[in-house]
């Protein structure tokens, strides 16, 4: 169920589909490898405007660009790799202390985002310096 590649460790969701279409769902500690506790999701992003810049320090979470498309850059500090989410049946799997930014967001882009725990501020690493201090 996990096609893992260095850093980009995409989970294919299961797709119910049928002839009136497409249905995806997501249970937690399930079809996520974590106990979900909260759902939010980025939309209407200006055109040029990239997001994220920060890592987490036991965050885990799984985007799903539900549709458009976006492309997902994972920085652990020693590689980085990105990605193109365009597809609602693939999860991008992040956990561990990963510097992430997302980038090249199309006007239609809706990205789901499942999370292990509650927004909480003190779990951000918004400094990158801070964050290569961590992981060194
Ligand atoms: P921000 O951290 O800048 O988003 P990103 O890193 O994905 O670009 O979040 C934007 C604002 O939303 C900021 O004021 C914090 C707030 N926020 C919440 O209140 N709850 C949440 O779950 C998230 C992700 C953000």
């Known amino acids: 169920n996990e096609g893992r590649q260095g850093l980009i460790n995409i989970l294919d969701l299961v797709v119910r589909g049928d002839d009136r279409g497409s ?65 609602p049946d693939k999860g991008l799997l992040i956990e561990g202390v990963v510097w992430r930014e997302m980038h090249d967001f199309s006007s239609d882009c809706v990205l789901l985002v499942l999370a292990s725990d509650y927004y909480n501020e003190n779990d951000y690493v918004r400094s990158y310096s801070e964050f290569l201090r961590l992981v060194g």
């Open 23 to 87: 249905l995806v769902a997501l249970e937690s500690e399930k079809s996520l490898p974590f106990p979900l506790k909260r759902v939010y999701y980025i939309f209407g992003t200006q055109a040029g405007v990239s997001r994220g810049f920060h890592a987490h320090h036991s965050l885990k979470q799984v985007l799903v660009c539900v549709s458009g498309s976006c492309r997902v850059l994972l920085d652990d500090g020693q590689c980085r790799e990105d990605t193109i989410l365009n597809s």
